[in-house]
């Protein structure tokens, strides 16, 4: 279904109905790609939604929206775009708008998809720990309400830095669709067996791992939604964490990592 074509009479039947849209967005080939603006759009009040430099960095949407008549701002990867990965720009351009937000008690809705890091000597040379620190960075100090859904893949540090439960999420959830571990199946077994029944063991390991249950057996995400209940989460959340103080420890002033 394209974004255009998404039609209603009124606002609750269009948020309704663009929710549910959500329970198919995930194709069944999890190496295939998807519009996540397309899920950005479903939850926000008119599925209207601003983006900020879409035409930079374009692996990761950043932006406002409203839901139930709230301002907040929406940090998402974008699958469509080097599979949603990391990169210099794309941590930057996030890290930027979070402390934005931060900086005028917007809160921030995060969407992840994100595989990892985009490898390459290109980034290594050009910092790219550095400025992903930045993204991390920003998260951490930030003291705004922080909502985030894990759509399918989070992988590795790049799953750390987008706003995970270990960088203080008021509330974490996690689409059924969702795998939350240190890197891909494959991967995995080929390090793990070293080329031995990797079939077989990546079966094993996609049984075990490539659901979002031992993430939430051990706390790293609040509960496993569907995904059209989305919008419904965010904002009862938002209303809990209306009046949310959070201290700070004393101190002259953070040290940025720069």
């Not at 849209?21 to 080939?29: S, Y």
């Not at 937000?101 to 790219?128: R, W």
């Not at 540090?157 to 439960?165: E, F, I, L, N, Q």
């Not at 991967?187 to 996609?206: H, L, P, Q, S």
């Amino acid at each position: 279904m394209k974004r255009e074509d998404r039609l209603w009479t009124s606002e609750d039947e269009k948020n309704q109905s663009s929710c549910k849209v959500l329970n198919n967005i995930i194709p069944f080939d999890q190496n295939k790609p998807y519009d996540m603006k397309i899920v950005v759009e479903s939850i926000l009040d008119r599925n209207n939604f601003f983006e900020v430099m879409p035409d930079y960095a374009k692996n990761i949407i950043t932006g406002y929206g409203e839901v139930g008549g709230k301002v907040v701002g929406i940090v998402a990867n974008q699958p469509a775009m080097l599979a949603g990965c990391l990169d210099i720009d794309a941590s930057v351009k996030a890290a930027r708008f979070v402390r934005f937000c931060d900086s005028f008690n917007i809160p921030i809705v995060t969407f992840v998809d994100v595989p990892g890091f985009l490898p390459g000597i290109s980034q290594e040379y050009g910092g790219i720990i550095k400025h992903g620190a930045k993204l991390l960075y920003a998260y951490a100090e930030a003291t705004v309400p922080k909502i985030t859904f894990i759509t399918r893949k989070a992988y590795g540090g790049a799953y750390d830095v987008m706003s995970s439960k270990h960088l203080n999420g008021d509330f974490n959830y996690a689409w059924p669709s969702a795998e939350i571990a240190v890197m891909g199946a494959k991967g995995a077994v080929e390090i793990i067996f070293r080329g031995k029944n990797v079939e077989e063991e990546t079966a094993k390991y996609e049984y075990a791992f490539a659901n979002p249950l031992k993430a939430a057996e051990r706390g790293y995400v609040d509960d496993i939604i569907m995904p059209e209940q989305t919008r419904n989460i965010i904002l009862n959340d938002l209303t809990v964490l209306e009046n949310k103080q959070s201290q700070q420890p004393k101190r002259k002033h953070s040290n940025l990592p720069l």
